[in-house]
C-alpha cells in the first residue's frame, strides 16, 4: 500500500500547480538549457596561409580557378570569380591558362544556383578579348542553349544576358556556327512556346487541338521576362539578317587566300571532315541568303503568330513585340530580294546554256 501510494503522489507532482512568491524567481523546468554563454568565431578570408608577398601569381590564379569551380561555400566562388576578373582587366591582361581552358572549366557556371555567381561570371566573360572569344562561339552556345530551356526562370534569364553579350562581341560567328541558327531558334521556342507545327497548323486551317508547350509560364506572370526574350530574339535575328560588308579588293589578301595556309581556327569547319555527321539543325549556315531560306521555310510562321499574341497583351511585352515584328517585316523585304536575285542568275544560267 505504501508503495502505491509513494507513485500516486510523484504522478501528481506533474499536475500540481506551482505557488509563486513575491521576490522569488520561478523554479527552472527539469529539461532547462542554459544559453546565456557566447561564442567566438575565426574568419579566414583567404584559404591559404602564405603571405601574398613573393606568391607565385600563376599558382594563386589556378588557385582562384580551382575555388570558383569546386568550392562549396558560394560566397567564395564568387569571391573567386571577382579576383580573375580582376586578373583579366588588368594591362596587360594576365591569364596563364589560356581563354580555352578558362571557358572550359567556367562555362558550366552559366546554369549556377546563385545568383551572384551568375552575374559576376558574366562581368568575367564581359573581360574576355572579343578576337579570343570568337573560336570558342560554337562552345559557349551549347551552354547557353542547355540555360536556356532550364527549368529556373531566373537562370533562363540571366542565360539571355549571356547570349546577348555573345552577339555582341561576336554577331557573325553566334549566326553562322555549327547549330547556332537554327537550334537558338529551337531554344527560344522552348522558351517563348512558338511551336512552328501549331503555327503551320493555325495557317492552314484556323484551329489547332495542339497543346502549347512553354517554358516562360511564371514569366509570363512578370511581362519584363518575357520582354526580355523577345528583345533578345530580335536581335538575334538582327544579326543573322544582316547583310554582309563587302571588303575593299586587296591584291596581297587575295594570294594570300590562294596559297599561304589560313590564320583562323578550323577554317573547313564547313565540310565536317572530320566531325560527326550533322543533322538540319545542326548545320552551319555561313551567310544570310542560306539563313533566310532556312528561316523562311520552318520558322516565320510561328514567329510571326508569336508576335500578333504578343502584341495584342500590351505593355512592356507589347513593345517588344513590336520590335521584333519590325525585325520581320526588314528581313520579309530582304527575302523578296533574295528571291528576285536568285531568279535573275537562273535566267542567266539558262540563256548561257
Keep these: 500500500m505504501g508503495s502505491s501510494n509513494k507513485k500516486k503522489k510523484e504522478k501528481k507532482k506533474d499536475f500540481n500547480k506551482a505557488k509563486l512568491k513575491v521576490g522569488k524567481a520561478k523554479a527552472k523546468a527539469a529539461n532547462f ?6 561564442s567566438k568565431s575565426i574568419v579566414v578570408n583567404q584559404h591559404t596561409l602564405a603571405a601574398l608577398d613573393g606568391v607565385d601569381l600563376v599558382g594563386l590564379f589556378k588557385q582562384h580557378l580551382n575555388q570558383a569551380i569546386n568550392s562549396k561555400s558560394d560566397k567564395l566562388r564568387q569571391e573567386a570569380l571577382v579576383q580573375l576578373t580582376k586578373d583579366l582587366s588588368s594591362k596587360p591582361i594576365f591569364n596563364p591558362v589560356g581563354v580555352p ?69 561576336c554577331p557573325d560567328e553566334t549566326v553562322s556556327c555549327p547549330g547556332g541558327w537554327l537550334r537558338t531558334l529551337n531554344s527560344f521556342s522552348s522558351m517563348l512556346g512558338w511551336n512552328p507545327s501549331v503555327a503551320s497548323t493555325l495557317s492552314v486551317k484556323g484551329w489547332t487541338s495542339a497543346t502549347k508547350t512553354s517554358l516562360s509560364k511564371v514569366s509570363k506572370k512578370n511581362g519584363e521576362a518575357q520582354a526580355k526574350q523577345i528583345t533578345i530574339l530580335a536581335k538575334f535575328l538582327e544579326a543573322g539578317f544582316r547583310p554582309e560588308t563587302p571588303l575593299p579588293y586587296d591584291e596581297q589578301r587575295y594570294w594570300d587566300s590562294i596559297y ?6 578550323n577554317p573547313f569547319a564547313y565540310l565536317n571532315l572530320w566531325g560527326a555527321q550533322r543533322d538540319e539543325d545542326g548545320e552551319m549556315y555561313p551567310d544570310r541568303i542560306s539563313r533566310q531560306q532556312v528561316f523562311e521555310r520552318k520558322w516565320r510562321a510561328a514567329i510571326k503568330t508569336g508576335v500578333m499574341g504578343a502584341k495584342q497583351e500590351g505593355g512592356v511585352i507589347g513593345r517588344a513585340a513590336s520590335v521584333l515584328d519590325k525585325v520581320l517585316r526588314t528581313t520579309e523585304e530582304g527575302a523578296k530580294k533574295v528571291v528576285e536575285e536568285q531568279e535573275k542568275v537562273e535566267e542567266v544560267e539558262e540563256v548561257e546554256a
Design 260 to 265: 599561304r595556309m589560313p590564320t583562323m581556327p
Design 33 to 38: 538549457t542554459d544559453t546565456s554563454f557566447k
Design 101 to 169: 581552358n578558362l571557358l572550359t572549366k567556367l562555362l558550366p557556371l552559366i546554369t549556377d544556383s546563385v545568383a551572384n555567381v551568375r552575374t559576376n561570371f558574366l562581368k568575367l566573360l564581359r573581360a574576355l578579348p572579343p578576337s579570343d572569344v570568337a573560336p570558342h562561339v560554337e562552345k559557349i552556345l551549347m551552354y547557353i542553349r542547355g540555360g536556356m530551356t532550364h527549368l529556373s526562370t531566373e537562370i533562363r534569364s540571366d542565360t539571355l544576358s549571356v547570349l546577348d553579350w555573345l552577339i555582341d562581341v
